[in-house]
């Protein structure tokens, strides 16, 4: 069974930057995108980025040039490294897989099957 826990959640200033980790379980050879998703009070769940076994990633628009997705497949680990950090970006983020290949990752969230918690984010003003 495919299990995946974030971590790396924390309170910065505006400005500041954190990398969050993903611990995945249960991946195999067989190809999957993992992805990370943020949601706000009072808002839908959005895509942040998203990368397959090939290396090819996917960002929101509001994040490009200030985020980056990495994976490390040998460690079963997904990072996603945050800089220049907004008070709005202030989320619950979940790393999330999907077993798919051979097309680009999706953005939306209803299409993974597997879930971490979620680790809290706060950029303060």
């Known amino acids: 069974q495919v299990q995946v826990k974030e971590s790396g959640g924390d309170s910065v200033q505006s400005g500041g930057s954190l990398r969050l980790s993903c611990a995945a379980s249960g991946l195999t050879r067989d190809s999957y995108c993992l992805a990370w998703f943020r949601q706000a009070p009072g808002k839908e769940r959005e895509g942040v980025a998203s990368?397959?076994?090939?290396?090819?990633?996917t960002y929101a628009d509001s994040v490009k040039g200030r985020f980056a997705i990495v994976r490390d497949n040998a460690k079963g680990i997904l990072y996603l490294q945050m800089n220049s950090l907004k008070p709005e970006e202030t989320a619950v983020y979940y790393c999330?897989?999907?077993?798919?290949?051979?097309?680009?990752?999706?953005?939306?969230?209803?299409?993974?099957?597997?879930w971490g918690q979620g680790t809290q984010v706060t950029v303060s003003s």
């Open positions: 999330a897989a999907l077993r798919q290949g051979g097309v680009t990752c999706p953005r939306a969230p209803s299409v993974y099957d597997y």
């Open positions: 990368i397959d076994d090939d290396g090819s990633t």
